[in-house]
């Protein structure tokens, strides 16, 4: 064997460790990612403010109000399916309404208490927000917006994100699954 | 060089490369199956909920390979299955329920017995351990019964067809056969159907001591982490969110019992829509018995009720009463009296002077 072309076995093996300890570094680099968020479409700001407002559509009494039924998660994950052409109404609703708040009380949306964000949204649903950001009538159409996705959170399948452990099946007293047997035979 | 150096040199540098691969390969599967599955099943964000669901439930210190096995544990299937998903990402197709289908749900459940071996071999023993043949090829059933599209309620739930596309003929006349074969050992009712392995809960852990009174009387009540699989929803709902039979009995309402894990039980096991006692294949205790839960006398994975009696009538009590020779369906298949629903009336007369005596007598000591 030509001396020239050898290669050590010490050479052989560091060149082995150095490849295996890139691939793996490389392995280790690309599985290092971010923290799960438990939202797909919302920033945790929005969030904030997305509970209060869908709290004020469905408050929590004697059963789950719309907040605890998963309204936010409904909504979420119905803005990355089949909802997807709404994004941007609540991208920027969001922000308006956080806006109209900080100008009307001086404080945020979620922050504020129960009476003052039912008298903000109470403006907004009559189109009577003065010196708003909004377009006129821009307001009440993201409002009406969120009624209509709330209602159909609380009232709708759980497997669509919303209506948490049935809570409005078991308001209204339905049995769901519904029990019904077969017709046994004797 | 000369050829036969080169030659050399060229394997050596190809057994290196093929080396590198190997090794590369090895240590990042390795690296994959043991790993925390937020570093690694998570990668793919239509897992993340179902990770994210482990995580909180009383599983959370097993790994996604405990049950589901690796991606190559199904060989081809698995490989293609997961090369989908890359498509279906590319595509933007929504694939946050993803659900595993039946012939998944059956691999995972071969993995339960492995750790549940006592839980597994009591179902096995039990009613519920029935197979697709037991269920869509019994005469008796099906001369009776036509078969319909709300079997699979409560019989093969996960599969993803329709009963036609099961069984044929649907019709009382057989004889019917299983379109598909290698349903004829399958499992008809998984453990799946009444667990859900995500659901939230804590791993099994010791009292605290320090406080005694927590190990014995004073011990919290876990949420059972039983769950009914809506076949229709594709979803799973905790018995603690079922509701709670109102069943009549002659316009009279019959007390229910609480117990959570029964309202499971009466999701297959129900009387007629309009709720009448002894009607359809209810089952829920009247007479004597009114009141209890199914589990009072059933064991949970067996169905078994042999020891039933004894829990309550012990040959030992004061009546000296031995309840399991009394003319019942306890005793006696044949019997009129059915355990369910027997009533004292069943066999005495409401004023039978001889079973007041009897009475008085007990009563006295």
């Known amino acids: ?186 | 060089m000369n050829i036969n150096s080169r030659y050399k040199t060229i394997s050596l540098i190809l057994s290196i490369i093929l080396l590198f691969g190997l090794v590369g390969f090895g240590s990042f599967y390795t690296y994959w199956n043991s790993a925390s599955p937020y570093k690694t099943c998570a990668s793919c964000h239509e897992i993340e909920l179902r990770v994210e669901s482990h995580a909180h439930s009383s599983h959370q210190n097993l790994t996604c390979k405990d049950c589901h096995g690796t991606a190559l544990s199904n060989g081809f299937h698995s490989l293609k299955e997961k090369g989908m998903m890359v498509v279906n990402h590319v595509r933007k197709v929504n694939t946050e329920n993803i659900r595993m289908n039946e012939e998944q749900i059956l691999d995972v459940m071969n993995n339960c017995e492995r750790c549940h071996t006592n839980e597994f071999a009591k179902w096995k023993l039990g009613g519920h351990s029935m197979t697709y043949s037991h269920v869509f090829l019994n005469e008796k059933h099906n001369t009776t019964e036509q078969i319909n599209f709300d079997c699979l309620r409560c019989h093969g739930m996960f599969n993803s067809k329709s009963v036609d596309e099961i069984v044929e003929p649907l019709k009382n006349k057989g004889p019917w056969k299983l379109k598909d074969k290698e349903l004829m050992h399958r499992s008809a009712i998984p453990c799946m159907a009444c667990h859900q392995i995500h659901q939230e809960g804590k791993p099994v852990s010791q009292p605290d001591y320090s406080n005694p009174q927590e190990a014995f009387y004073k011990r919290k009540a876990e949420k059972p982490s039983l769950t009914f699989f809506h076949r229709h929803e594709k979803i799973n709902i905790n018995v603690v969110d079922l509701p709670k039979l109102k069943l009549t009995d002659n316009n009279r309402e019959v007390a229910v019992s609480d117990d959570p894990i029964m309202r499971n039980c009466i999701q297959c096991h129900a009387p007629n829509a309009a709720h009448q006692a002894g009607t359809s294949d209810d089952r829920t205790p009247r007479g004597v018995h009114e009141g209890l839960s199914c589990m009072a006398c059933h064991e949970p994975h067996s169905n078994d009720a042999r020891n039933s009696c004894k829990k309550c009538h012990p040959p030992m009590s004061n009546c000296k009463l031995d309840v399991t020779q009394m003319n019942t369906t306890f005793k006696d298949k044949n019997s009129k009296n059915d355990i369910h629903f027997v009533s004292c009336t069943d066999c005495h007369k409401a004023n039978d002077p001889k079973l007041k005596q009897k009475m008085m007598k007990i009563t006295r000591i």
């Open chain 1, 1 to 186: 064997m030509d001396v020239k072309n050898k290669i050590s076995r010490r050479k052989f093996l560091s060149l082995s460790l150095v490849g295996i300890g890139g691939i793996s570094l490389l392995s280790l680099g690309a599985l290092n990612k971010k923290p799960i968020s438990k939202w797909r479409f919302f920033t945790e700001n929005e969030v904030l403010i997305l509970d209060a407002l869908v709290e004020q559509i469905i408050p929590t009494d004697e059963s789950m109000g719309a907040r605890d039924a998963g309204a936010t998660n409904f909504i979420d994950k119905q803005l990355m399916g089949p909802y997807q052409q709404f994004q941007k109404d609540y991208r920027d609703g969001l922000k308006l309404l956080q806006q109209s708040s900080m100008e009307k009380f001086n404080s945020k949306f979620e922050e504020l208490n129960w009476e003052n964000q039912t008298i903000l949204l109470k403006l907004i649903d009559k189109d009577e927000l003065k010196h708003s950001h909004w377009e006129k009538g821009a307001d009440k159409k993201f409002f009406s917006m969120v009624i209509r996705h709330t209602m159909q959170s609380f009232y709708g399948s759980p497997k669509h994100g919303g209506n948490k452990n049935n809570v409005s099946y078991k308001m209204l007293k339905l049995d769901t699954p519904i029990i019904i047997g077969q017709n046994r035979y004797k």
